[in-house]
Structure formats: C-alpha cells, structure tokens
C-alpha cells in the first residue's frame, strides 16, 4: 500500500498575519484562546498548499506553552484523516 506523502512543514518566517492570510470572524472560545476565521490572502510557496479557509486561535503569551503543547499533540497525530492540522505557531 502507498504511503500519503507527508505534508511539507511551513517556514513560520513566511506565514504572517495580514500579509500571508487575514484574520476574519470569532469562531468560538476555548480555556485558553479564542478562534478566528483565517482567510489565505497568498500561496506561501508553489510546494506548500494551504486551504483558503482555516482557522487561527489566539492568546495570551502568558498561556504559549499550552498552544506549543497542542500543536505537539496535532503535529504527532498528523497522520490521521479525521484530526485537524497545526500549520504554524507565531506571534503578532
Ligand atoms: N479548527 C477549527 N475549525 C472550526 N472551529 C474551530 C476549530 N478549532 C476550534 N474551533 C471552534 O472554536 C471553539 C474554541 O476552540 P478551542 O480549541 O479554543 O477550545 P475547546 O477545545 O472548544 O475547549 P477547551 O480549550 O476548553 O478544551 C471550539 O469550541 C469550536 O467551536
């Protein structure tokens, strides 16, 4: 059986608020941050493609190891149809 190809890490210099993607509508609040439509403004390479809509959660530096906690998490279940992708983790 073929293996999917793995998806290709994005740089976190090149995924900028504002410039790469805009942020849009409060999706829903959680224990540590609130979570924003994304909208992809441009491609960030011809290699990487990102979906025109994603979503951005956002929060306080204060709780920054718990979203880097979380995007281990995703990150290690990257293989799996069913759970969502972590594309970058940065501050603005
Ligand atoms: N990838 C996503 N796509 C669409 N909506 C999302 C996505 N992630 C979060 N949401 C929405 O934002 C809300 C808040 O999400 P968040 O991950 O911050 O907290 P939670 O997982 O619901 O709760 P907690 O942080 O307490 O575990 C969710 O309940 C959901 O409605």
């Not at 740089?11 to 993607?21: A, I, K, L």
């Not at 493609?49 to 979380?70: C, I, N, Y």
């Amino acid at each position: 059986m073929k293996r999917k190809q793995e998806p290709e890490p994005v740089n976190p210099s090149s995924f900028h608020c504002g410039r790469t993607w805009s942020k849009g509508s409060l999706i829903g609040r959680g224990s540590f941050g609130s979570v924003f439509v994304a909208t992809l403004k441009k491609p960030i390479s011809p290699n990487i493609t990102l979906p025109p809509f994603m979503a951005v959660k956002s929060a306080e530096v204060s709780v920054s190891g718990s979203l880097q906690r979380e995007k281990q998490v995703l990150d290690n279940l990257r293989r799996c149809p069913h759970i969502i992708r972590c594309f970058n983790l940065g501050k603005n």
